[in-house]
Structure formats: structure tokens, C-alpha cells
């Protein structure tokens, strides 16, 4: 199961934006950013991420967009 270490959504958007994805603040209920790739495929990215469940399935996405998850965390 991919994961990444607990930081904050504003960090995390600021990662996927250096490396090529779009975060749209004005998409998500609530504090959620929508998260797009380079490919065209979204994602959510909640306010929070203390699950692990969470940040797997952000960690999947990226994976699948082609984004090795070593240089996602170097961006972090």
C-alpha cells in the first residue's frame, strides 16, 4: 500500500502543482481541493489526511498519472 508521511493539504497541494497537476480550491465541498492530473483524471484532495486510507488512494492516483510516489515525496 503507497503512502506518504501526514502533512498538510496546502503542502501537498503545493507538491502536485511543481510537478505538473492542476488544484482547483473552487471544486471541492468544504476545504476539499480537486486535484487534476496531466492526463485529465481527478481526485479529491481533503482537508485533512491523518488516514492512511486517504493518503494511499492520493498516492495511487499519482502513481497512475506517471509520477514515480519517491519524487512526490522529494516535492513535499
Not at 493539504?9 to 492542476?22: C, D, E, I, N
Not at 494511499?56 to 492516483?61: E, L, R, T
Amino acid at each position: 500500500m503507497p503512502d506518504f508521511p501526514e502533512v498538510s493539504q496546502a503542502r501537498v497541494a503545493r507538491a502536485l502543482v511543481r510537478l505538473g497537476f492542476t488544484v482547483d480550491k473552487t471544486k471541492g465541498k468544504g476545504g476539499h481541493y480537486k486535484v487534476y492530473g496531466p492526463s485529465g483524471l481527478f481526485t479529491i484532495l481533503p482537508s485533512h489526511l491523518k488516514a492512511k486510507g486517504t493518503r494511499s488512494s492520493i498516492a495511487k492516483f499519482i502513481i497512475a498519472e506517471g509520477v514515480s510516489l519517491e519524487t512526490f515525496k522529494a516535492e513535499l
